[in-house]
């Protein structure tokens, strides 16, 4: 049984920075590329970030671009995004997501399995 769970979220100003974390469990990791999405109230489901199984390719939504990093430790089976200069729009809860296939990697439509997320609140 394939398991994603979030954890990292929380409550911080605007200008900080917030930690998320991403433990996989029941499937090969390192051949699952794993992206981050981000869901707000009333808003539908957006990309985030993605990053290949082996980590060499990684892709950001402009809107995060320059403040936000994702990496992963398949020896760890986690993926990671690394958030700094925190926006009250960056406000939302956080799911991470496995896809067998790069491809359509920022639909998340796409994915084949997801975590439950992890509530990000960014405060003014």
């Known amino acids: 049984q394939v398991q994603l769970v979030e954890s990292g979220g929380g409550l911080v100003q605007a200008g900080g920075s917030l930690g998320l974390s991403c433990a996989a469990s029941?499937?090969?990791?390192?051949?699952?590329?794993m992206g981050w999405f981000r869901q707000a109230p009333g808003k539908e489901r957006e990309f985030v970030s993605v990053?290949?199984?082996?980590?060499?390719?990684?892709s950001l939504a402009d809107s995060v671009k320059g403040r936000f990093t994702i990496y992963r430790d398949n020896a760890k089976n986690t993926v990671y995004l690394q958030m700094n200069s925190l926006k009250p729009e960056d406000t939302a809860v956080y799911y991470c997501?496995?896809?067998?296939?790069?491809?359509?990697?920022?639909?998340?439509?796409?994915?084949?399995?997801w975590g439950r997320g992890t509530q990000v609140t960014v405060s003014s």
């Open positions: 997501a496995a896809i067998i296939r790069m491809s359509r990697a920022r639909d998340p439509d796409s994915y084949d399995y």
């Open positions: 990053i290949s199984g082996g980590g060499s390719f990684t």
């Open positions: 029941g499937l090969t990791f390192s051949t699952y590329t």
